[in-house]
């Protein structure tokens, strides 16, 4: 099935099991906004409790903070945000549809990425063991004149977004025939910037009004606490400041369901260092970043670094780490050097000192900051996309979600048999013992069959089954969400049996 079917697929999976709904459905929705449902809703926080605890949990040196969306408009001055927080936009005359056209030009050269691992895999099946990607790369003329084409474009492109050269970004995509994918023309209007802060305005009369802004980004509010919590903390540098919380963009296409969203959550911690040590520090980041990701068991070979094309005016190394969802490799988080441009901007614009007195150094500097930051959402779907599974058994199919246990919204559902001879009962007293650790659910509808698939399709990892012979030895079956197996094992064990295999700890230690 082409990857696009499966993603329509799994967004529509996401509304009828409780993940995703549309905001504001009844009403028709609201463009690029999304409410979680009640398995949403605990998937996400159990993200969210995954990455909040490999900060603060497993680094002494990294805090937490939960600053407030709304700040003082002048932050967003010093950041940068007010002046060049822009996305360029294009209009195709026809469609009147509006696109990023950077992104226009990213999906062309994804085109030509994708002819080449096409060529690749095609030979690799061909020459089996004695395929040598290398020479193949160097030698295979279709090979050859698409990477020529890559580079020719990303040079190019990339100069064109370090320049700002809007014209040329206009030209590249005239240059390039790309076509608006609604109407199928190349009608374009010229490429303009679009600031993408929402504003609002703070005070009770129309002259006393302040304009304030929705956070575009959960960073600065740890910037302009960084000496608070240093001081406060007793923080020596290194040290690093942990935050979850809301951020708004305006966004110009909002595309690819929970991808790219108007209202989203972000993870991001800020680790600020002396002046010098950022690069090492960066590499280190980088390394535990992409460890974090891989422990949650989705395949080392469905993540890449991404270097930055242009890199933003205050940073000195920039990567994303990529993931590959049904629609190509994109990026899921950010890992930036931003030198010490947010802290500098802070104290020329507030008149404030926020320099830290090293006492190894015996002098006082303005740190350098290493940053990584996710988006939740991103990293739900990241999650979501990677479980879904269409499966074809002997008899039947079924839809399963293989979320990894640690994340899934229910550990297990216990399940009577039948719903008499006392089962229903002791179903209930299994669950009295377990909800204290474990997310549990209860059903005694429909047979055992319908009842696996309705947990599958949510995920559940364990299915718990109270049968008569319980009442005699205390013993149930445990059944397993992915290999489908089934096991006779005593009450008294679940406990364990389940907690080994859900447990964060374990998924900590593996990294
Ligand atoms: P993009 O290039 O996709 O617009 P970005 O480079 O602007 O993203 P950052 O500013 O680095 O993104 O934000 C850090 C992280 O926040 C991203 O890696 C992504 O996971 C998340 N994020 C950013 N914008 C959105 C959005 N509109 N919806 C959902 N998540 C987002």
Known sequence: MAQEEIFKKLVAHCKEYGYVFQSSEIYDGLSAVYDYGQYGVELKNNIKKYWWDSMVLLHENVVGIDSAIFM??????ASGHVDAFNDPLIDNKDSKKRYRADVLVEDQLAKFEEKINKEIEKAHKRFGDAFDEQQFRETNQRVVDNQKKYDDLHERFSKALNDNNLEELKQIIIDQEIVCPVS??????????FNLMFSTEMGSTSEGAMKVYLRPETAQGIFVNYLNVQKSGRMKIPFGIAQIGKAFRNEIVARQFIFRMREFEQMEMQFFVRPGTELDWFEKWKELRMQWHQALGFGAENYRFHEHEKLAHYANAAVDVEFKFPFGFKEVEGIHSRTDFDLSQHEKYSGKK??????????SYVPFVVETSIGVDRMFLQVISAAYHEEQLEKDSRVVLKLPPVLAPVKLAVMPLVKKDGLPEKAREIIDRLK?????????????GKRYRRQDAIGTPFCVTVDHQTTTDNTVTIRYRDSMEQERVNIADLDTIIGEKVSMRRLFEKQ
């Open 72 to 77: 003082h408009p002048t932050i967003w001055k």
């Open 184 to 193: 199928g023309t190349r009608n374009w209007t010229d490429v303009r910037q």
């Open 354 to 363: 926020v320099r830290y007195f090293d006492p190894e150094l015996n002098e």
């Open 436 to 448: 204290f650790g474990f997310n549990c659910q209860y059903d005694e509808k429909d047979s055992i």
